[in-house]
């Protein structure tokens, strides 16, 4: 029996046997490019192949220092608003623009809406509603230790109109992405749930315009276990749903099912969430489990990335009642992704090694936000690499001409 290696294999061999070095990485996760200079590339794991980008951020709004609270501004229900300057300096700014425009009524969104600055604000999580004490958080060890802040998208319906928050990218030159968040939705208890009242849509997505967009969305007026995954549109041009294009999800099983559980797949508490967009699927991710795939309608443009709380009335939303709230607290957001060209961004290989040195993770690290090494392929291997195609030329050229010899 002949055993054979073939270069591919012998590279994986190369590669996999090299030590995992970890980074030392000294810089604070809660700035807003984090990105470990050392690695070239990030290798993303989903249930198939795995992923590759050449970029990646995080921020953090675990631990903002505050000052003390607002006063005149309605806290949400569960958090205290404070001051912080986090919102308006960079690095904060220089990749998230607080929106302000605005949405006229219309006969099928009865409420005018209006993005105000103001419902986007630092809150200070009360310990008794902090995920800490909260014996259904499945992922404890992303909390930070200091003081429990987050970064608090709200709405309220005022007696005239429905006042909004949305935060957008500065750019929307994002082309596929791993858009990772810890959240939960905040109300008044007001809701027949005992949480948010209902007329509101919470959501973080992928949008480029109104037919490349890839949405999670959480409705207030949902059964709290209830996920909605889209790529939009999901409705067609005569308003009838395209079924392809949304898939619902509810959580209740993780509760054990029959409703007798503790509540742990409950968007009042604290999830993680991931959206995954490559070229031909988005999936998405809630506690570190692949809960949908989809691979219609994926988004083709360069995108931005946006997360909001709104409502307009209309038959999606829902129509919030006047003095009713809703929110997201938000405790960090990380997201993986490509840009579009023009960076001189080469291509990855299959194991992200052409074109990417040193590949790095974010899933599984010690500290959340902070990449780490996973081995690296250009450096060393790449040289070795070289060298084994090189031998492996010399051998096939070898073999060639000592078989032309014999035919000779
Ligand atoms: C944490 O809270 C304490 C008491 O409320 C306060 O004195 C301290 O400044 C806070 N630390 C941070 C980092 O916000
Ligand atoms: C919204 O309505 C106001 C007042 O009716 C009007 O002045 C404004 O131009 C409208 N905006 C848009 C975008 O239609
Ligand atoms: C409740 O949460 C715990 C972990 O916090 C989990 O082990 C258990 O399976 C969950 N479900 C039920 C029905 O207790
Ligand atoms: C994305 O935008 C292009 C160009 O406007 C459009 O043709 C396409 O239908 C949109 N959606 C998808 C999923 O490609
Ligand atoms: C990111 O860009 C690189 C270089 O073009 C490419 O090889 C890689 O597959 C891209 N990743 C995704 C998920 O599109």
Sequence with gaps: MRIS?????????????????????????????TRNPTCSCYRIPTTSEPLYFHHHRFWDFRSLPSSPSYSNTPPPSQGQRINSNFLSTSPFTNDWSVQDWSKNATSSTPLHMTNSPDNIFVSQISPSNSADTDPADDVPKNRASANTTALTLFTTRTPSFQSTAELQ??????????????????????GSNGGPDPGAVVGAFFYADDSNESDIEILTRDATSLYRFSNQPSVDKDGDA????????????LDGGSGGGNDTGDWTRFHDYRIDWSEHEVTWWVDGIQRARNSYGVPKKPAGINLNV?????EWSGEMEVGGVAGMEVEWVEV????????????????????CRIVCRVDGVRQLGVPEVMYTAGARIGRVGL?????????????LISGMVDWL
């Design 310 to 314: 709104w409502g307009d009335g209309g």
């Design 5 to 33: 290696i073939s270069p591919p294999s012998l590279l994986i061999l190369l590669i996999t046997s090299l030590p995992q070095k970890a980074v030392a990485d000294s810089s604070s996760p809660s700035g807003s490019d």
């Design 169 to 190: 990218s500065q750019t929307s030159d994002y082309l596929h992405a791993s858009l990772r968040l810890r959240f939960r939705v905040i109300g008044a208890g007001g």
């Design 387 to 399: 060298l084994g195609c090189e031998m492996w030329v010399v051998m096939a050229l070898a073999l």
């Design 336 to 355: 993986v992704f490509n840009r579009t060209v023009g960076e001189g961004e080469r291509r990855l290989g299959k194991r992200g090694d052409e074109g």
């Design 242 to 253: 395209i079924a392809e294009a949304e898939v619902d999800v509810d959580l209740s099983a």
